[in-house]
Protein backbone atom coordinates (compact mmCIF):
# COMPACT_ATOMS: atom_id res chain seq x y z
CA UNK A 1 0.00 0.00 0.00
CA UNK A 2 1.24 3.26 -1.02
CA UNK A 3 2.30 5.21 2.27
CA UNK A 4 -0.16 9.21 2.15
CA UNK A 5 0.86 10.19 5.61
CA UNK A 6 3.95 11.99 6.82
CA UNK A 7 4.82 10.88 10.35
CA UNK A 8 5.51 14.51 12.33
CA UNK A 9 8.09 14.37 15.03
CA UNK A 10 6.34 16.25 17.81
CA UNK A 11 9.44 15.63 20.23
CA UNK A 12 11.86 17.54 17.23
CA UNK A 13 9.07 20.13 16.66
CA UNK A 14 9.34 21.52 20.14
CA UNK A 15 12.71 22.40 19.43
CA UNK A 16 12.19 24.51 16.43
CA UNK A 17 13.27 28.36 16.84
CA UNK A 18 10.55 30.93 15.79
CA UNK A 19 10.97 34.30 14.84
CA UNK A 20 8.09 35.20 12.46
CA UNK A 21 5.47 36.45 15.22
CA UNK A 22 8.79 36.73 18.34
CA UNK A 23 11.37 38.93 15.95
CA UNK A 24 13.26 39.16 19.15
CA UNK A 25 14.41 35.89 19.51
CA UNK A 26 17.73 35.00 18.01
CA UNK A 27 18.06 33.96 14.12
CA UNK A 28 20.01 31.02 13.84
CA UNK A 29 20.42 31.54 9.59
CA UNK A 30 22.21 34.96 10.60
CA UNK A 31 24.94 33.11 13.01
CA UNK A 32 26.41 31.62 9.70
CA UNK A 33 30.13 30.60 11.97
CA UNK A 34 27.60 28.29 13.99
CA UNK A 35 25.41 26.74 10.52
CA UNK A 36 26.42 22.76 10.41
CA UNK A 37 26.46 20.01 7.98
CA UNK A 38 26.58 23.01 4.93
CA UNK A 39 26.32 20.84 1.92
CA UNK A 40 26.90 24.21 -0.81
CA UNK A 41 27.17 27.37 -0.53
CA UNK A 42 27.32 30.07 -3.36
CA UNK A 43 28.58 33.25 -2.29
CA UNK A 44 25.59 34.38 0.72
CA UNK A 45 23.23 31.61 -0.23
CA UNK A 46 23.87 27.99 1.25
CA UNK A 47 22.36 24.55 1.33
CA UNK A 48 22.61 22.92 4.44
CA UNK A 49 20.78 20.28 6.10
CA UNK A 50 17.69 21.35 8.52
CA UNK A 51 18.80 21.36 12.23
CA UNK A 52 15.62 19.91 13.36
CA UNK A 53 14.02 17.16 10.76
CA UNK A 54 10.56 16.61 12.18
CA UNK A 55 9.63 14.60 8.82
CA UNK A 56 10.69 10.77 9.71
CA UNK A 57 11.70 8.94 6.56
CA UNK A 58 12.67 12.41 5.13
CA UNK A 59 15.76 14.13 4.16
CA UNK A 60 15.27 17.63 4.71
CA UNK A 61 17.24 20.37 3.76
CA UNK A 62 17.22 24.22 3.52
CA UNK A 63 18.40 26.99 1.66
CA UNK A 64 19.13 30.11 3.12
CA UNK A 65 18.65 32.88 0.10
CA UNK A 66 20.39 35.59 1.46
CA UNK A 67 22.87 36.81 4.40
CA UNK A 68 19.60 39.69 4.93
CA UNK A 69 17.78 38.52 6.94
CA UNK A 70 14.91 41.21 6.72
CA UNK A 71 14.85 40.54 2.97
CA UNK A 72 12.59 39.00 1.00
CA UNK A 73 12.47 37.47 -2.47
CA UNK A 74 10.50 40.38 -4.20
CA UNK A 75 13.59 42.58 -3.03
CA UNK A 76 15.98 40.77 -4.50
CA UNK A 77 18.26 42.43 -7.33
CA UNK A 78 17.98 40.77 -10.58
CA UNK A 79 21.30 39.02 -10.37
CA UNK A 80 20.77 38.05 -6.72
CA UNK A 81 17.36 36.31 -8.14
CA UNK A 82 18.83 34.58 -11.01
CA UNK A 83 21.84 33.27 -8.66
CA UNK A 84 19.48 31.92 -6.46
CA UNK A 85 16.68 30.30 -8.43
CA UNK A 86 19.43 28.74 -10.80
CA UNK A 87 21.41 27.70 -7.28
CA UNK A 88 18.12 26.18 -6.12
CA UNK A 89 16.70 24.39 -9.36
CA UNK A 90 19.70 22.60 -9.43
CA UNK A 91 19.69 21.15 -5.64
CA UNK A 92 16.07 19.98 -6.66
CA UNK A 93 17.03 18.24 -9.53
CA UNK A 94 20.38 16.71 -7.66
CA UNK A 95 17.81 15.36 -5.27
CA UNK A 96 15.32 14.12 -7.98
CA UNK A 97 18.17 12.09 -9.29
CA UNK A 98 18.96 9.90 -6.15
CA UNK A 99 16.86 6.67 -6.22
CA UNK A 100 16.91 6.26 -2.52
CA UNK A 101 13.64 9.35 -2.63
CA UNK A 102 10.03 8.02 -3.89
CA UNK A 103 9.34 12.43 -4.53
CA UNK A 104 11.18 15.32 -3.34
CA UNK A 105 9.32 18.58 -2.56
CA UNK A 106 10.68 21.81 -3.15
CA UNK A 107 8.52 24.96 -1.33
CA UNK A 108 8.82 28.31 0.71
CA UNK A 109 7.16 29.54 3.00
CA UNK A 110 6.66 33.62 3.67
CA UNK A 111 4.98 35.52 6.49
CA UNK A 112 2.77 34.23 9.66
CA UNK A 113 0.21 32.59 8.05
CA UNK A 114 2.40 30.08 5.37
CA UNK A 115 3.03 27.64 7.83
CA UNK A 116 6.68 28.56 8.45
CA UNK A 117 8.68 29.32 11.55
CA UNK A 118 11.50 31.72 10.72
CA UNK A 119 11.56 35.06 8.87
CA UNK A 120 14.71 34.65 7.64
CA UNK A 121 14.31 34.18 3.84
CA UNK A 122 14.33 30.51 3.05
CA UNK A 123 13.75 27.45 0.69
CA UNK A 124 13.17 23.97 1.58
CA UNK A 125 14.37 20.78 -0.29
CA UNK A 126 12.84 17.69 0.88
CA UNK A 127 13.42 14.24 0.09
CA UNK A 128 10.29 11.27 0.86
CA UNK A 129 11.48 7.81 1.04
CA UNK A 130 8.08 6.67 0.97
CA UNK A 131 5.39 9.33 -0.37
CA UNK A 132 5.15 10.01 -3.55
CA UNK A 133 3.57 13.61 -3.07
CA UNK A 134 2.56 13.48 -6.53
CA UNK A 135 0.94 10.41 -7.41
CA UNK A 136 -2.80 12.29 -7.17
CA UNK A 137 -1.29 15.74 -9.16
CA UNK A 138 -4.18 17.38 -11.58
CA UNK A 139 -2.09 19.26 -13.93
CA UNK A 140 -5.35 21.07 -14.84
CA UNK A 141 -4.61 23.01 -11.73
CA UNK A 142 -1.66 24.49 -13.10
CA UNK A 143 -4.01 26.16 -16.13
CA UNK A 144 -6.02 29.44 -16.01
CA UNK A 145 -6.03 32.97 -17.56
CA UNK A 146 -2.51 34.35 -19.62
CA UNK A 147 -1.24 37.17 -17.50
CA UNK A 148 2.72 37.08 -19.84
CA UNK A 149 3.93 35.08 -22.26
CA UNK A 150 7.42 35.31 -22.84
CA UNK A 151 10.58 32.83 -24.41
CA UNK A 152 8.80 29.36 -22.75
CA UNK A 153 7.39 31.31 -19.84
CA UNK A 154 3.87 31.60 -19.26
CA UNK A 155 2.28 33.43 -16.25
CA UNK A 156 -1.13 32.71 -15.28
CA UNK A 157 -3.74 32.51 -12.52
CA UNK A 158 -5.48 29.33 -12.38
CA UNK A 159 -9.17 28.89 -13.26
CA UNK A 160 -8.88 25.54 -11.45
CA UNK A 161 -7.20 26.20 -8.25
CA UNK A 162 -6.00 23.79 -5.64
CA UNK A 163 -6.54 25.59 -2.46
CA UNK A 164 -8.11 28.98 -4.06
CA UNK A 165 -9.33 31.44 -4.39
CA UNK A 166 -6.48 32.96 -6.27
CA UNK A 167 -3.65 31.05 -7.48
CA UNK A 168 -0.66 32.23 -9.56
CA UNK A 169 1.26 29.58 -11.77
CA UNK A 170 4.55 30.52 -13.44
CA UNK A 171 5.36 27.11 -15.77
CA UNK A 172 9.19 26.85 -17.11
CA UNK A 173 9.10 25.10 -20.41
CA UNK A 174 12.00 22.46 -21.27
CA UNK A 175 13.70 25.28 -23.68
CA UNK A 176 12.55 27.95 -21.35
CA UNK A 177 14.42 30.85 -20.45
CA UNK A 178 15.49 30.53 -16.50
CA UNK A 179 16.18 34.38 -15.86
CA UNK A 180 12.56 35.13 -17.17
CA UNK A 181 11.17 32.32 -15.39
CA UNK A 182 12.56 34.12 -11.85
CA UNK A 183 11.75 37.25 -12.91
CA UNK A 184 8.05 36.48 -13.22
CA UNK A 185 8.13 34.37 -10.18
CA UNK A 186 9.27 37.93 -8.18
CA UNK A 187 6.56 39.72 -10.06
CA UNK A 188 3.75 37.55 -9.05
CA UNK A 189 5.40 37.81 -5.16
CA UNK A 190 6.00 41.30 -5.46
CA UNK A 191 1.83 41.34 -6.66
CA UNK A 192 0.84 39.47 -3.84
CA UNK A 193 2.68 41.32 -0.86
CA UNK A 194 1.65 45.00 -2.19
CA UNK A 195 -1.28 45.50 -4.26
CA UNK A 196 -3.26 42.10 -4.05
CA UNK A 197 -5.06 42.87 -0.73
CA UNK A 198 -3.51 45.04 2.27
CA UNK A 199 -3.51 42.34 4.54
CA UNK A 200 -2.00 39.65 2.57
CA UNK A 201 1.49 39.22 4.75
CA UNK A 202 2.03 35.41 3.70
CA UNK A 203 2.67 33.47 0.67
CA UNK A 204 3.67 29.96 -0.28
CA UNK A 205 5.40 29.06 -3.09
CA UNK A 206 5.52 24.88 -4.43
CA UNK A 207 7.24 23.61 -7.16
CA UNK A 208 6.23 21.17 -9.58
CA UNK A 209 7.53 18.66 -11.73
CA UNK A 210 5.16 18.24 -14.61
CA UNK A 211 5.29 16.08 -18.24
CA UNK A 212 8.18 17.10 -20.17
CA UNK A 213 10.42 18.40 -18.23
CA UNK A 214 8.35 21.39 -17.53
CA UNK A 215 8.74 22.72 -14.26
CA UNK A 216 5.84 25.31 -12.91
CA UNK A 217 5.94 26.94 -9.43
CA UNK A 218 2.35 27.48 -8.19
CA UNK A 219 2.43 31.13 -5.95
CA UNK A 220 -0.35 31.34 -3.14
CA UNK A 221 -1.50 34.17 -1.19
CA UNK A 222 -1.91 33.12 2.58
CA UNK A 223 -4.84 34.02 4.96
CA UNK A 224 -6.93 31.39 7.11
CA UNK A 225 -7.92 28.38 4.80
CA UNK A 226 -11.22 28.04 3.66
CA UNK A 227 -13.62 25.50 5.97
CA UNK A 228 -15.16 24.18 3.16
CA UNK A 229 -11.81 23.14 2.40
CA UNK A 230 -10.53 21.73 5.41
CA UNK A 231 -13.34 19.29 6.01
CA UNK A 232 -14.61 18.51 2.43
CA UNK A 233 -11.57 18.90 0.02
CA UNK A 234 -13.37 21.48 -2.00
CA UNK A 235 -11.71 24.34 -3.51
CA UNK A 236 -13.35 27.97 -4.54
CA UNK A 237 -12.51 30.25 -7.11
CA UNK A 238 -13.10 33.87 -7.03
CA UNK A 239 -15.44 35.28 -9.85
CA UNK A 240 -12.72 38.13 -10.18
CA UNK A 241 -10.30 36.10 -11.79
CA UNK A 242 -10.23 39.03 -14.86
CA UNK A 243 -9.97 41.76 -12.84
CA UNK A 244 -6.71 40.30 -11.49
CA UNK A 245 -5.13 39.53 -14.72
CA UNK A 246 -6.17 43.52 -16.03
CA UNK A 247 -4.28 44.99 -12.93
CA UNK A 248 -0.69 42.69 -12.92
CA UNK A 249 -0.75 43.27 -16.44
CA UNK A 250 -1.70 47.08 -16.20
CA UNK A 251 1.33 47.22 -13.02
CA UNK A 252 3.88 45.19 -14.51
CA UNK A 253 3.82 44.51 -18.21
CA UNK A 254 2.07 48.00 -20.02
CA UNK A 255 5.07 49.38 -20.39
CA UNK A 256 5.99 46.34 -22.76
CA UNK A 257 3.15 46.56 -25.06
Known amino acids: MTRSHLIFDSSIGKQKPET ?10 CNVEALT ?14 KYPVLQDAFQ ?10 SELS ?24 SEYKSVLFFKNHGPMSGGSLRHPHMQIV ?26 IIFNLSTLPRVGFFEFNVHLKQDGEQTIFADLL ?3 VHYVLHHFHRNCTSYNLFFYPLQN ?5 KILPRFSTSPLFMGYDIAQV ?15 FSQKK
Open 20 to 29: IVNRQNPCPF
Open 37 to 50: HIMDQKDSIIWLEN
Open 61 to 70: TVIIETDECT
Open 75 to 98: LYSKEHLHKLIDFALKKWKEMQEN
Open 127 to 152: GLKNVDAYRELDERQFEGLTIHEEDG
Open 186 to 188: QTA
Open 213 to 217: KEVVV
Open 238 to 252: SNKLSDVVHQVQELY
